[in-house]
């Protein structure tokens, strides 16, 4: 069921399971057909409708349209019959099939006409039944297209609709009257088309490809005859007839391959009920032709699709699809059309007997196979299969059924692999997939369809039904490949559809229905043909897995992974292990073991002698042979998912199996547990029963983010309970794709015992009570209870303890759970002990009196004969005198067991099986039997020897428990201290553990089962054993005891190594990799660890010397330049701004600091002289240059060596080079320049000096005079010095890192007023962006670590340099008008050009930075306090003038007034009322306060001012000064910054920086009391109002705009997004492009500023930039934050490379939805998005993040 987004979301779909996806094509809504959903579920508009009762519609109304239609419609289908060449028609034609070209064209020139009945659809339900009524009204068609009449145009398209139809492979009427196969010949409106089974005329208008299946090998021939004998009826591929528009428009359709508009059109006619009916009648009647169509069709995908849209719309519907069947042989159609549609690739099968066989399979390396094109026809057919009412037609019929096996007996057998045994393959085949899908797709879901019928006890019949034809296409297959008993060797096909049929519908009868399993079964001679193929391919998992097909190539490998991969498991792997486990259930245990064992090749292994030959295996694959045997026998044994399991325990099972691989996300989990393909099966991933599963068994482990930028998904990982109790090792085994999953389950369980303090050491695999057997199948356990498994079982316990070579720990720890498992399932009586012995047969009497484990546990082997090479040491040695007569005399009774052969024994048994089923067991063809299965005496070279053993499978068990301790004696029956255990023996100590706990446990049960057993554990103890193993094995076993020495001696020292590596690493991660973490503390603090030494050393990471930095060999720091614009999106409005997810919404970019700061320099250009303008402001609130470092540093020609090395290597990564683009050579983070270090000490000298007792007016002139000596800068510019050319180099840097238009704002361009402005603003973007990093105030003090990493020291030292060479005319210097009254003024105002900018205007931070860096380096620090002192008098006058604009008229008398009376009081001057009547006095001289008035005062009015708001006013204004005043102090002299409260900063900092002579106690402090004046306050105010005044006689208007008002930024942040990321995707996916009005193929918008953009839009190109490129220059200074809307994910643009960042919507499991493939609902991550905005800030994306590419402008 669909609906389109607009139904749901109008409909209550709350809690609801839903996947949103992106239709390319189209499709109709289900809402409001009440045949699909419930009408509680229909969206308002469709539940209001079919509510109420529709009008009729006036006959007039739609009288044109009925007299119109019939003509256009067949003017559109005489369009589309002249459009269409046949091929090979006409003489000239001699191309194969119209070029799509042609049909292209026709298609365009026809899409208004289709354009035009599409949009008459959407006109509502009364057109519709008008076009339906024309579509389907027989009368109409036959009256305008028979062609009969004059009308030769009408005629000429009748001939070219006949010559069509003939190309279709059809003939005219006339010579299929002769067949009698038509009903009327009522002229010429009835066609045939004529199939692949009837005699077609002599080829004309047949395809090459057909003819080509007639003639190939006769194989098709003849399967054709037999097919074409059981379908029901020929003329379903033969007669079409065309009685209305609609026929002959849907035969256009498929003609033109089903060109989208007219699909569209014929899908939205669908609501018309009349027209559904007789369109999906039409559709079926032409299912052949579209067969046929589509196997020719160059673009099969496209054309498949289509077809699926219109069919699902079709068959979903039950009511529908069941009239159909009914009516129109739907069934027979689909069948007999997937046979046919098969038919033309079959090839013979070469599997088994190569020479005669019969059978044919598919061909998968044919294009119908690879490209699946038969997918459209097999989904419909599930589709229906899906309806109850059709399928039980299907179970019903049984000539479908018939024909339904020999569909998918095609697939039995096909993709045959042969195992190379010489050469590597030389071309690796890949067509393996395409058989894997064939199996699921073409015969394993519809059989899921099928089963989900069949599940209660009234289907019985249905099954039976089923099982009969499905064992009589198994009979038949197996005759005809020749199959009697032996498969072939070195032959392997993972394809049995049939077996599996078979199997499922099996466990179906046996778990649903009640059935009984041995009346469905055959007899025990077919059985045994049944296990054969599905042994093979265990066997062949295990050789793959063993490498022994290496030479097969890589897909072999894929092939063993994807029969166990989730998706197919259940529909092979399960099959075929199901019906292993029937099988074995009912054939002999002893044929059934010695099967396996010859199947997996390590029958000559299994013998007590130390040496044997295998004749069929190399010696390096045995031991994973038979491990492989081994654990095979354990799985079949141990699962249960169908012999007894409930759905709820299945799900469970493989639940816990998946989690204790790995944890997992959500969706990979549903993704990895298999599921019926079947939706309706029950186990459907998302509903409630997988939800409430999944919390009982796992924890949810939220997502979580590393500092190193790598974000975790949600996880599920397993409860402690479930490993506790619940890990199945078997299960685990079973599901792993690859092999490493088991050890990775073993690891964490192993991990969870030690936490938990279960177990210290190495586990091994826990044992797990299994689940019941189903009475059904209690036959399986007697494979636990056969003489030959428990003599196998033997025989290798005794070759572990004796250390024979190819065994491993594996084969005893599966020894042991076979052992376990037979005891589990014992049922020994004591009485009967003795008198079981002796009735069976005579064979291996000798070795075990019984078939029961637990008894034969004990019995003791004294001597064994065995065949060995006469080269082994046992031929050697003689049997002890005293026993070797009557030994050998007596073999019988004293128990020298006979040599045992499993071939032998099976071959025995099979005879025997054979015998009892054909009473004619003489007629019985034995094959002949290859050399190398004969049996081991064949072979000259063996020789028999007897052995002395002495020992039962109880006293092999406790010496394995003396081996495994190493220690003598280490078994001691636990019973003999506390007989409890004998009562209740499962105990928690033994259920997790090592090897010694197996034992342990194993030997408990055994003596908890049988008291003689426990008798004889405790003889065998009490006896003190001899050392283990026979004397001439010592030195072997001496040998390995060594060994493991030397393994725990290696084991330890690699411990401590890595131990040490680690504590290095930790302590390198400790000092070096700050760059992760903006809070780690870093080893270099260049600013401030090395206050106490004379010159600072640096050590170059490249060369590893330390040193000071010097001018003929500078040191530099490690640093990447960017160009930032973080701080111009400060706003100064508290909220944040939205992501705009409608209309109304939009962003507005005027309140942006960048925006405020822009406005104000143009506004000042306007009116003042440029020069004086350009240091006015700062610049850089957009593209200014932003500095850090990672605090390493090198030498610069050490440096240069690097770049050079990095140049030429040529496998780069992710950077430019010739950028001059490096990684750190420590610490691996991206740089792209090295500051010089300054030579000399870091922290300046003038820091350790006390405070001079210089009076203030001395330091201003000091200052004065050093600013006018220009040219004595430390390091002379005339000598060019190393140094001096670095620093210009990298000032060159800083310069080319931003855009010009970022650094140009002068009116002249290229004015050195531009390069002044644009050195200090530099300073000042630094030093506000690390206040922005300290939370925007300095209250944490110094503890912050972005000063550490800072490198603003070296950096003044080189804009300093830079910055000195410019002079500034001594008359113009600002410090003159901080400092002195100037005389001159008039004659100033006098001159043409503008004035200067007046002092109130200037911004007082850039004004101290000017000062600063104007000066000579290294500074003192007393002239730094003297020109604070100087700036701070300046900025509270500003902030009085700001207040005295602010409040109204009478506030401002008032105010005037009350300050003039304490005027002349001995403090006045450090008095702010005072101050302020002044500058109120002084401002009214002007006509400051006569503008705009009135307005001004609405707004302000309503806040009364009191003397504590004002003192706070005047302190919030000047504190962002006092801020960057002393990270100025602090980077410059060192020093800590003190921390402090939120409301004492202004104190603080004041006292920092030297303004307060004493510090007072905040209650009584004022701002007012850090004034320090230079000359008499009133003067200077006086002086600096004037300027104000005489501009604002010329321009009032103005004045108050420029007046600096109170700077109140928030920090930056990004866009705030709406919770549900469906808000977002719902308004842009289909948002139009303001520039190119189209919408978007890839939308995104930008996450700073909220701009919708195209990404790699060609439509938006400009000047080769796409888009986003442009915006991320134009926005952020090449840095760009993109949210793609069609992906859900973050992109990342900076300058020239991009990366994927990753998704900040996760859904309500914690994970991402890239590409919204799995269509959940999402939500944002808010700690995600924090994470990003945090990355933005600190222009940290280059460090954390390590994916980059490059864009090459084109995103």
């Known amino acids: 069921m669909s609906l389109c987004a607009e139904c749901f979301h109008q409909g209550e779909h709350a809690g609801h399971d839903y996947n949103m996806f992106r239709s390319q094509a189209g499709g109709a809504c289900d809402c409001g057909d009440g045949n699909v959903m419930r009408e509680a579920g229909f969206c308002k508009r469709h539940r209001m409708k079919s509510s109420s009762n529709v009008p009729c519609v006036p006959k007039d109304l739609l009288m044109m349209s009925e007299l119109v239609l019939p003509q256009f419609i067949f003017s559109l289908i005489q369009y589309l019959r002249e459009g269409y060449n046949e091929p090979g028609m006409f003489e000239f034609a001699s191309l194969d099939l119209p070029s799509e070209k042609d049909l292209h064209r026709i298609l365009q020139m026809l899409e208004p006409h289709v354009s035009f009945l599409e949009d008459l659809t959407k006109m509502g339900g009364a057109m519709r039944s008008v076009l339906t009524q024309v579509l389907t009204n027989q009368q109409f068609y036959k009256d305008l297209s028979s062609g009969v009449g004059e009308n030769a145009c009408a005629k000429k398209s009748h001939e070219k609709y006949l010559i069509a139809l003939k190309g279709s492979g059809l003939a005219f009427p006339e010579d299929k009257l002769a ?37 190939s090998q006769g194989v098709g021939k003849r399967k054709r005859v037999k097919l074409s004998s059981s379908t029901k009826d020929q003329s379903i591929m033969d007669v079409l007839k065309h009685k209305c528009f609609l026929e002959e428009l849907l035969f256009w359709t498929i003609k033109y391959e089903f060109p989208q508009k007219m699909v569209t059109f014929l899908l939205n006619m669908l609501p018309d009920q009349d027209y559904k009916i007789a369109f999906t009648k039409t559709f079926v009647q032409h299912y052949a032709f579209i067969m046929k169509t589509l196997k020719k069709s160059h673009e099969s995908d496209t054309m498949s699709n289509r077809i699926v849209h219109i069919s699902v719309q079709l068959f979903s519907n039950e009511e529908l699809a069941r009239q159909v069947t009914e009516e129109c042989q739907l069934l027979d159609i689909m069948v007999t059309v997937l046979l046919y549609m098969m038919e033309s690739c079959l090839i013979k099968s070469e599997l088994q007997d190569e020479e005669n066989s019969l059978h044919v399979v598919v061909n998968c390396g044919e294009a119908l196979l690879k490209n699946n094109t038969y997918w459209p026809l097999v ?40 195992r190379e045994l010489n050469e590597h393959v030389e071309f690796e085949s890949q067509t393996y997939y395409a058989a894997f899908a064939a199996e699921l797709e073409a015969c394993a879901q519809p059989m899921w369809g099928l089963l989900s019928h069949c599940k209660v006890r009234e289907t019985q019949e249905y099954t039976r039904n089923v099982v009969r034809y499905c064992l009589e296409a198994l009979q038949d297959w197996f005759d005809a490949i020749n199959f009697v008993d032996e498969p072939a060797p070195n032959q392997v096909t993972f394809h049995l559809p049939l077996h599996r049929y078979y199997a499922m519908f099996l466990s179906k009868a046996v778990k649903c229905q009640e059935l009984d399993l041995d009346s469905i079964l055959p007899d025990q001679e077919m059985l045994m043909k049944l296990m054969i193929h599905p042994l093979q391919i265990q066997a062949s998992l295990s050789e793959i897995h063993s490498n022994m097909w290496v030479r097969n190539g890589l897909q072999i490998k894929g092939q063993a992974m994807t029969y166990v991969q989730s998706h197919f498991c259940n529909s092979m792997i399960d099959p075929d292990i199901y019906l292993l486990q029937v099988c074995a259930s009912r054939l002999d245990p002893d044929y059934f073991i010695s099967s396996v064992f010859e199947r997996f090749k390590v029958v000559d292994l299994l013998t007590m002698a130390s040496q044997h030959q295998n004749t069929v295996l190399d010696s390096e694959h045995e031991r994973s ?17 169908h012999l007894g399991m409930t759905d709820d325990e299945i799900l469970r099972a493989e639940m816990v199996a998946q989690l204790c691989m790995n944890d997992r996300t959500h969706s990979s989990l549903l993704d990895l547990i298999p599921e019926n393909p079947n939706p309706k099966s029950g186990i459907v991933p998302g509903s409630l029963s997988f939800e409430s599963m999944l919390s009982a068994v796992a924890d949810f482990k939220a997502p979580v983010f590393e500092p190193g930028g790598s974000m975790q998904q949600g996880m599920y990982t397993p409860k402690a309970d479930i490993w506790d109790k619940e890990f199945d090792p078997v299960m685990v085994i079973l599901r792993t794709v690859y092999r490493r999953d088991v050890q990775s389950a073993m690891d964490r369980y192993t991990a969870f015992l030690k936490q938990s303090g279960k177990f210290p050491g ?36 005794y070759k572990i303890l004796m250390d024979h070579q190819n065994l491993s720990e594996h084969v005893l720890c599966m020894v042991l759970y076979l052992i376990e498992l037979g005891l589990e399932d014992s049922q020994e009586q004591e009485s009967d002990e003795e008198d079981s012995v002796g009735e069976h047969e005579r064979c291996h009497d000798s070795w075990f009196p019984s078939s029961n484990l637990v008894s034969n546990m004990r019995h003791f082997i004294n001597y064994v004969r065995v065949r060995v090479p006469e080269t082994a040491p046992e031929v050697k040695r003689e049997p002890p005198a005293s026993t070797s007569s009557d030994g050998l005399a007596s073999s019988q009774n004293s128990g020298t067991a006979q040599v045992f052969s499993l071939v032998a024994e099976r071959r025995k048994k099979f005879q025997e099986i054979i015998n009892r089923n054909s009473s004619e067991a003489s007629q019985v063809v034995r094959p002949k039997t290859s050399m190398k299965w004969s049996a081991p005496g ?94 001439k094995i ?23 190594l890595l131990a040490e590596f680690a504590s290095r690493q930790k302590s390198f991660m400790e000092t070096a ?29 490249i060369c590893g010397q330390s040193g000071p930095s010097t001018e003929d060999r500078p040191t530099g720091l490690v640093v990447l330049l960017q160009a930032s614009s973080v701080l111009g999106q400060c706003r100064n409005s508290t909220e944040p701004k939205k992501l705009p997810t409608s209309e109304e919404e939009q962003i507005y970019p005027s309140d942006t600091c960048a925006a405020v700061h822009d406005v104000r320099l143009t506004t000042l250009q ?13 610049i850089g609130w957009e593209g200014g240059v932003y500095v850090q470092t990672c605090g390493h540093t090198l030498h610069i020609d050490c440096h240069k060596s690097y770049m050079e090395s990095l140049r030429n290597d040529q496998v780069l990564q992710g950077f430019s080079v010739d950028k001059g683009e490096f990684t750190c050579p420590l610490c691996r983070q991206f740089a792209n320049s090295v500051l010089p270090c300054y030579p000399g000490n870091n922290v300046e000298r003038s820091l350790l000096q006390c405070h001079s007792n210089k009076s203030m007016q001395d330091l201003i002139k000091e200052v004065e005079e050093l600013q006018e000596q220009l040219g004595t800068f430390p390091v002379s510019i005339s000598s060019e010095t190393n140094l001096s050319k670095e620093m210009e180099s990298v000032m060159k840097d800083i310069k080319s890192t931003t855009q010009k238009k970022y650094t140009d704002y002068s009116k002249t361009p290229g004015s050195p007023d531009n390069d002044f402005l644009f050195m200090y603003s530099v300073a000042r973007t630094n030093l506000e962006l690390e206040l922005v990093h300290r939370g925007g105030n300095l209250c944490l003090g110094g503890a912050n670590t972005a000063g550490k990493r800072s490198c603003l020291n070296q950096l003044f030292h080189v804009l300093a340099m830079h910055m000195r060479l410019y002079s500034i005319d001594s008359a113009y210097n600002p410090w003159r008008k901080l400092t002195q009254l100037m005389q001159d003024r008039n004659s100033q105002m006098s001159s043409e050009e503008l004035p200067e900018v007046p002092v109130l205007y200037r911004d007082v931070s850039s004004l101290l930075l000017i000062q600063i860096l104007t000066m000579p380096q290294p500074l003192c620090k007393e002239h730094f306090t003297c020109i604070v002192k100087v700036l701070f008098t300046l900025l509270y006058t500003q902030a009085l003038v700001a207040f005295s604009v602010k409040c109204s008229a009478e506030d401002r008398v008032a105010w005037k007034n009350s300050g003039a009376l304490k005027k002349n009081t001995s403090n006045g001057e450090k008095s702010w009322e005072v101050l302020l009547s002044h500058v109120i006095s002084e401002l009214s001289k002007g006509k400051m306060f006569e503008e705009g008035e009135t307005e001004e005062l609405a707004m302000v009015s309503s806040s009364v001012w009191t003397p504590d708001s004002i003192e706070g006013y005047l302190q919030q204004f000047c504190l962002p000064f006092l801020r960057i005043t002393c990270l100025l102090q602090h980077h410059l002299f060192g020093g800590e910054l003190p921390s402090c409260q939120e409301d004492e900063e202004f104190t603080v900092l004041a006292n920092c920086l030297g303004l307060l002579s004493s510090f007072q106690s905040p209650h009584q402090f004022t701002s007012a009391s850090c004034l320090d004046w230079p000359v008499p306050a009133f003067n200077m105010i006086s002086q600096w109002c004037l300027e104000l005044a005489s501009f604002a006689d010329r321009h009032a208007e103005q004045v108050k705009v420029l007046l600096v008002q109170e700077p109140k930024w928030d920090l930056p942040c990004l866009l705030q997004l709406p919770e549900n990321y469906n808000t977002i995707f719902q308004y842009y996916h289909r948002k139009t492009c303001t520039v190119c009005t189209k919408v978007p193929k890839d939308p995104a918008v930008c996450l700073v500023c909220g701009t919708f953009v195209c990404l790699k839009g060609l439509c938006c190109k400009q000047q080769s930039y796409c888009e986003c490129v442009l915006h991320s220059q134009n926005c952020g200074a090449g840095t760009g934050i993109f949210l793609l809307i069609n992906a859900s994910v973050i992109i990342i643009i900076r300058g020239h490379r991009f990366c994927l960042w990753g998704s900040v919507y996760l859904d309500a499991h914690g994970e991402e939805d890239r590409d919204l493939r799995r269509g959940k609902p999402l939500y944002i991550c808010k700690e995600r998005y924090k994470v990003l905005e945090q990355q933005w800030v600190s222009h940290t994306f280059d460090h954390i993040n390590k994916r980059w590419g490059p864009h090459y402008n084109g995103l």
């Open 179 to 215: 067949c009698g196969m038509q009903e009327q010949a009522s002229g010429t409106s009835t066609l045939a088309i004529q199939g692949l089974a009837g005699a077609t005329t002599s080829g004309q208008g047949e395809s090459s490809d057909e003819e080509d299946q007639d003639g």
């Open 379 to 418: 989904s419909d057919f599930i589709n229906i299969l899906s309806h109850q009412s059709v399928a039980k037609k299907f179970l019903e019929d049984h000539s479908l059924l018939v024909t339904w096996m020999n569909f998918v007996s095609f697939f039995q057998g096909m993709n045959l692999n042969k």
């Open 625 to 641: 042979m038979l491990e492989g045997a081994l654990t095979f026998l354990v799985i079949l044994l141990s699962l249960r998912l």
């Open 762 to 797: 190495n586990p091994w695999p826990p044992y797990k009570k299994r689940t019941l057997l189903h009475p059904s199948y209690k036959g399986l356990m007697k494979l636990l209870h056969c003489k030959t498994l428990h003599i196998v079982l033997f025989t290798l316990l």
């Open 938 to 1031: 064949a072979t000259p070279q063996l020789t028999t020897a007897i052995l002395e053993i002495k020992e039962s499978i109880l006293s092999l068990l406790i010496k394995l428990h003396h081996k495994l301790s190493g220690k003598q004696n280490s078994y001691y029956p636990p019973w003999f201290d506390d007989m409890e255990v004998l009562i209740q023996p499962e105990i928690p100590k033994y259920s997790h553990g090592d090897g010694m706990t197996a034992v342990e446990r194993i030997l408990l049960k055994a003596a908890v089962q049988s008291r003689l057993n426990k008798r004889i554990i405790e003889e065998i103890c009490r006896k003190v054993t001899p050392p283990v193993p026979p004397k």
């Open 1034 to 1056: 010592s030195p072997a076993e001496k040998k390995t005891l060594d060994k493991e020495e030397r393994r725990q001696k290696a084991r330890e020292r690699q411990q401590k």
């Open 1073 to 1101: 990799m700050d760059v992760e973490l903006p809070d780690a503390d870093i080893a270099m603090e260049i600013a401030t660890s090395e206050q106490h030494v004379s010159e600072a050393v640096y050590d170059c990471v």
């Open 1166 to 1178: 306007r009116y003042f002289k440029d020069s004086s303008c350009l240091q006015a402001v700062s």
